[in-house]
């Protein structure tokens, strides 16, 4: 099947868009083990002044020399199949008018800027004219829902958002509870929308708005531990916390592009994630454009045809998606990918969950590639432990830590194991990239760090050559196609609809997306279980949370296995679920 890519007109006017042939990269492949990298090597090769501090933007857009600002930074494929190009120079410019908007606006260095777009150039133009006035930029998934929105705006006290008006009625529903948030900027691709002067908030129309603005802008270096971005993470208690990354990860994230996803110059590059996902901003922006290098983004859905579509159309050469979405691919069959060509593909990886070895079995049938497995968090910043050229693949295993950090696993009193052994995934990271705190919860981060070690939450173990192997996670997280969502966050949609009294939610083991999410719950006197009744309950929670965070099964019982203090025992839930011994149970009080 044949998708037509229509080529459309840049919305910034296009200046000498060039295509990336004709660059050569100083040294290809890379290979850590013959020739490790260091810190200190990529601050070099960045020509980045440790001493007097940069801007993530500078290093990503304007510090580029001509041959690279020139080219396209940014192949974008609308989800109607529209095709734009926009050069390094051009997304330099239009951050710039961005960053001048925001000055006049009066933003001040550090105000939380929240972006809740879809995948649109605009998206990342807003992103870096944010990073150049010393913004923290706080990127959210698109399909978030009011009450998962309301907790991230709240806890960073917003102060803009970016939105569109498909999304905007999502924070018009929660603006009202969010007192620090004063306007609100909206992209409009249609140039329909228009803004109502007497809304509570400030809106603001996109295009209007920075169209008077100056294309130049200075922008003031600062000191590499300056905060850039905030990621928001799911715990096992509580609400979402927000991960604090700052200018200088972009060393680490530039140094792992390269020796990991094996990037350079020539490079056409997907990453498929979102940027409301670490992956989708570490490597869907820093990394790659740190070291120049186009990348496609696409702004539609997962559809295997479209997928494997613009793998080939585009030549994508370097591919960095997930193990769900390869699964997903493996579930259509070989015969379809073996449809099309991908002259170009060379190198891919994937994270977010462990990949299986059926699907790298697969991955070197169809696209005659090893698929390297790579493992990092949203702390983290950037990949560090993980496959890479150089270290044959053993198939299940992530692989080995990248140079510069030192990881262990740890029994409970948090001493290192022997190898071999199973215990609590632990690191010692000197990458530039490690989160600097969570935000408004300097105990929780500091509850991360035990004897020098950081706590990743995960299990592990290492075997006899050095090689992890990913058991699962600590806590009750649950990962479902490589998103992490918190089981309290679930519980508390789930007891906010009018029917719900208790609710216990759990992961169960799924094939394809690693785990799925089944909620118990007891109904409120006068309430009957009928079918109707459950999906309203499981769609109620997708319009709160997220499509991701809908639970896919729903079981009504009398009332949850509680600790005496009343605590859901979530553990006593999920060996139920899966006919496992459920324990010690001498705390349990269920009534
Ligand atoms: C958790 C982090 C960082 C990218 C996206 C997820 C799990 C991540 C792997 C892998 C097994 C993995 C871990 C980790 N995870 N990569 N290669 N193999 N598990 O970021 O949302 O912060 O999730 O995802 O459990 O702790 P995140």
């Known amino acids: 099947m044949s998708i037509d890519f229509t080529q459309k007109q840049s919305v910034v006017p296009a200046i000498g868009v060039v295509e990336t042939a004709h660059l050569t990269s100083p040294m290809n492949p890379w290979d850590c083990e013959k020739n490790p990298p260091s810190w200190d090597a990529m601050h070099t090769q960045l020509n980045l002044p440790k001493a007097t501090g940069y801007n993530q933007s500078t ?105 569109s008006p498909a ?4 924070i018009d529903a929660i603006a009202s509870q969010v007192p620090s948030l004063k306007t609100i900027v909206v992209v409009d691709r249609a140039h329909q929308w228009q803004p109502n002067p007497s809304a509570s908030v400030q809106e603001l129309d996109y295009y209007q708005w920075i169209a008077p603005q100056s294309r130049q802008f200075t922008v003031a270096h600062t ?55 670490v992956t989708g901003t570490s490597y869907g922006i820093f990394g790659p454009w740190a070291l120049g290098v186009t990348q496609l983004v696409f702004e539609g859905a997962f559809k295997p045809e479209t997928w494997y579509s613009i793998l080939e159309r585009f030549n994508v050469s370097v591919w960095y998606t997930a193990p769900t979405a390869l699964r997903m691919l493996m579930k ?47 702390e983290t910043g950037s990949i560090h432990i993980t496959n890479r050229i150089g270290l044959p693949v053993r198939l299940g295993s992530m692989g080995k830590p990248f140079p510069g950090v030192e990881a262990c696993v740890l029994d409970d ?138 639970p896919r099964e729903i079981e009504v019982i009398e009332s949850l296995p509680k600790t005496r203090s009343g605590k859901i025992m979530r553990r006593v839930l999920k060996a139920r679920a899966l006919g496992l011994p459920e324990g010690d149970t001498s705390t349990l009080e269920e009534v």
């Open 167 to 170: 999304l905007k009625p999502r």
């Open 332 to 378: 259509h069959g070989s015969d379809l990918p073996k449809s099309y060509q991908f002259k170009a593909l060379r190198h891919i990886c994937s994270v977010g969950e462990p990949l299986n070895p059926e699907a790298i079995v697969w991955g070197r049938d169809v696209f005659d590639q090893e698929i390297y497995d790579t493992w990092w968090q949203t």
């Open 223 to 277: 000191p590499a531990e300056t905060p850039s971005i905030m990621h928001y993470t799911s715990g096992t208690t509580g609400k979402p916390k927000g991960a604090l990354h700052q200018h200088g990860a972009c060393i680490a994230q530039a140094a792992t592009a390269q020796w990991v996803l094996d990037l350079s110059v020539n490079d056409v590059y997907w990453c498929t994630a979102d940027p409301g996902w």
């Open 413 to 550: 009193t948090f001493t290192p194991l022997p190898l071999g052994s199973e215990g609590a995934l632990a690191l010692k990271s000197a990458a530039p990239s490690m989160f600097k705190t969570y935000w408004n919860n300097q105990s929780k981060y500091e509850s991360r760090f035990k004897n020098g070690w950081y706590l990743t939450g995960d299990r592990a173990s290492v075997d006899t050559d050095g090689y992890f192997w990913f058991v699962g996670r600590e806590d009750d997280v649950i990962n479902t196609a490589g998103h992490l969502v918190g089981p309290f966050e679930v519980e508390s949609a789930l007891v906010h609809h009018p029917a719900v009294a208790e609710a216990g939610v759990i992961g169960l083991p799924c094939p394809e997306r690693m785990e799925v999410i089944k909620a118990y719950i007891s109904l409120k006197t006068g309430f009957v279980e009928t079918p109707e009744l459950l999906k309203e309950i499981a769609l109620f929670v997708r319009s709160k949370l997220a499509a991701h965070a809908m």
């Open 59 to 163: 290093v990503c857009l304007d510090g580029h020399p001509d041959a690279i600002l020139n080219k396209t930074a940014l192949l974008w494929v609308s989800a109607t199949h529209e095709v734009e190009h926009h050069s390094f120079l051009e997304l330099s410019l239009a951050s710039n008018q961005v960053a001048n908007a925001l000055t006049a606006l009066g933003t001040n260095p550090q105000d939380r800027i929240f972006l809740f777009l879809e995948r649109i150039p605009e998206l990342y133009v807003s992103f870096f004219g944010g990073l150049k006035c010393h913004a923290i930029l706080c990127p959210i998934f698109p399909a978030f829902g009011p009450e998962a929105l309301l907790d991230r705006l709240q806890d960073a006290e917003a102060s803009i958002v970016f939105t």
